[in-house]
C-alpha cells in the first residue's frame, strides 16, 4: 500500500476480496476540514509541518499526516487518530486570530481502500471520470460522486485508491462498489 496513513481497519472483515481487486475498511484517521485565506494557511503549514497544496487536485504528505486540496482555500487534513487533539490544538495556536475554520469531522467520513489490477474499472462502475493512470496520476485527489453518494477519490498507488465518504453513505456506496465485482468471479 502506497500511503502509511491508511492502513486496513483490523477489526473490520474485507468488504471484498477476489484476485484482481480488493476493498477494505481502513482504520480510522484525524480529519479535519479547513478553510482559511494566505495568513491561515502559512500558520497551519507550520503547524503541519509542510506547505499546504495549492495546485487543483494535488496532495501534500508529510511526517505521518496529509492535506488534500478541495477548493481554491480548502484542504482535508489527515493525522492518524491518536494525533487528532494534538494536531488540532497545534492547528489552533499557530492560526491564532487569523481568519478561518478548523473543524474535527474525524468521525463524519469514512473510507475504502480499492486496490488491484481491476480497481480502475471497478470505480468506474459509479465513478463517471478515466481513471487510467495517465488521466488521474499517483497522487491526484477529487471529489466526485459515486453514483448518488459524494465522495473524495485519492489515487494512492498505480493500482491503489482511497474512497472517502460521509459514514451515513458508505454502506450504500460499498454495497454498490461490490456489486459489479459479481461479474469478475462469474469468468
Same mark, same amino acid.
Given at each position: 500500500?502506497?500511503?502509511?496513513? =491508511?492502513?486496513?481497519?483490523? @477489526?473490520?472483515?474485507? #468488504?471484498?476480496?477476489?484476485?484482481?481487486?480488493?476493498? !477494505?475498511?481502513?482504520?480510522?484517521?484525524?480529519?479535519?476540514?479547513?478553510?482559511?485565506?494566505?495568513?491561515?494557511? %502559512? $500558520? *497551519?503549514? /507550520?503547524?503541519?509541518?509542510?506547505?499546504?497544496?495549492?495546485?487543483? !487536485?494535488?496532495?501534500?504528505?508529510?511526517?505521518? /499526516? @496529509?492535506?488534500?486540496?478541495?477548493?481554491?482555500?480548502?484542504?482535508?487534513?489527515?493525522?492518524?487518530?491518536? %494525533?487528532?487533539?494534538?494536531?488540532? *490544538?497545534?492547528?489552533?495556536? $499557530?492560526?491564532?486570530?487569523?481568519?478561518? $475554520?478548523? +473543524?474535527?469531522?474525524?468521525?463524519?467520513?469514512? $473510507?475504502?481502500? +480499492?486496490?488491484?489490477?481491476?480497481?480502475?474499472? !471497478?470505480?468506474?462502475?459509479?465513478?463517471?471520470? %478515466?481513471?487510467d493512470v495517465s488521466a488521474f496520476p499517483v497522487g491526484m485527489v477529487t471529489r466526485t460522486l459515486f453514483h448518488k453518494a459524494p465522495v473524495m477519490l485519492w489515487r494512492?498507488? %498505480?493500482?491503489?485508491? #482511497? +474512497?472517502?465518504?460521509?459514514?451515513?453513505?458508505?454502506? =450504500? #456506496?460499498?454495497? &454498490?462498489?461490490?456489486?459489479?465485482?459479481?461479474? &469478475?468471479? *462469474?469468468?
Amino acid at each position: 500500500m502506497a500511503n502509511p496513513l =491508511y492502513q486496513p481497519d483490523a @477489526a473490520e472483515e474485507p #468488504v471484498l476480496s477476489l484476485p484482481a481487486i480488493s476493498m !477494505l475498511k481502513a482504520a480510522p484517521l484525524g480529519r479535519f476540514s479547513f478553510r482559511g485565506r494566505k495568513a491561515a494557511q %502559512d $500558520a *497551519a503549514a /507550520k503547524a503541519l509541518g509542510f506547505d499546504l497544496p495549492q495546485q487543483p !487536485l494535488t496532495a501534500a504528505e508529510s511526517s505521518g /499526516k @496529509a492535506a488534500l486540496w478541495l477548493g481554491p482555500d480548502e484542504w482535508l487534513l489527515l493525522a492518524p487518530e491518536d %494525533d487528532t487533539e494534538a494536531l488540532q *490544538a497545534a492547528m489552533t495556536q $499557530a492560526i491564532g486570530d487569523a481568519p478561518h $475554520a478548523l +473543524v474535527d469531522i474525524s468521525h463524519r467520513q469514512e $473510507a475504502l481502500i +480499492v486496490t488491484g489490477d481491476k480497481a480502475e474499472w !471497478l470505480l468506474n462502475s459509479g465513478i463517471p471520470i %478515466d481513471l487510467d493512470v495517465s488521466a488521474f496520476p499517483v497522487g491526484m485527489v477529487t471529489r466526485t460522486l459515486f453514483h448518488k453518494a459524494p465522495v473524495m477519490l485519492w489515487r494512492i498507488g %498505480d493500482d491503489s485508491f #482511497v +474512497v472517502e465518504a460521509w459514514g451515513s453513505f458508505m454502506d =450504500y #456506496v460499498a454495497g &454498490l462498489l461490490a456489486e459489479p465485482a459479481t461479474e &469478475l468471479q *462469474a469468468a
